[in-house]
Structures are given as C-alpha cells and as structure tokens.
Nanobody, 116 residues
Framework: VQLQASGRGLVQAGGSLRLSCAAS????????MGWYRQAPGKQRGMVAIMSLGGTTNYADSVKGRSTISRDNDKNTVDLQMSSLKSEDTAVYYC???????????WGQGTQVTVSS
C-alpha cells in the first residue's frame, strides 16, 4: 500500500488544518489507519488512529481539538485539527497497519508549521 499525504503546510496559531491521506488500494483489509508526527529532535509519536470498526484513539495533546476520519470507499484517512499551537509543528505521517499477518505502511510525511 502506498500512502500519499497532503494538506496545508503553514498555519497560524489558533487556526485549523486538514490533512488527507490517500491509499493506493482499498483499505477494507487495513485494520488501523492513522497519523503520527515527529517534531525536530523528538521521537515520532501517535497523533490519532482509527480502526476498521471506527474506534479512535487520540494523543492527549490533541484530544478535543482533533478529529480523525476514514472513508473506506475513497481509501482515505483525514485528520482535522483546530486551535493549533506552535507545539503542533512537526512532520506528519500517515500510517496503515494490517494486523494479520502484520504489515505496516508509512506515507512520505508532510510538514506542518504553526506560526505564532
């Protein structure tokens, strides 16, 4: 599965953005779709993930101001974020995870910069 992420790169603090990730093939068999991010000098960490059944999990830092959604017909997973802060600045990666057998796919990453 190839993943292509897109979305606005530079956003003002307090603003919002929507990241979109398109998969190269259908995601009906993909158990987990989601987003991770990596800020400079930090490890990559989960932002939000969504299971095939619709269960979501958000990092505490984005909970309440982020919404993840997946469209299995369009093979996309989107991340809507609002009330952006400078600490949201990072490279955002789309991930697709199949559990049985286990396989994991990553998108190329898209830079998000929040200016204060």
């Amino acid at each position: 599965v190839q993943l292509q992420a897109s979305g606005r790169g530079l956003v003002q603090a307090g603003g919002s953005l929507r990241l979109s990730c398109a998969a190269s093939r259908n995601i009906f068999a993909i158990n987990i779709m989601g987003w991770y991010r990596q800020a400079p000098g930090k490890q990559r960490g989960m932002v939000a993930i969504m299971s095939l059944g619709g269960t979501t999990n958000y990092a505490d830092s984005v909970k309440g101001r982020s919404t993840i959604s997946r469209d299995n017909d369009k093979n996309t997973v989107d991340l809507q974020m609002s009330s952006l802060k400078s600490e949201d600045t990072a490279v955002y990666y789309c991930v697709a995870r199949k559990l049985h057998p286990y396989s994991e796919y990553w998108g190329q990453g898209t830079q998000v910069t929040v200016s204060s």
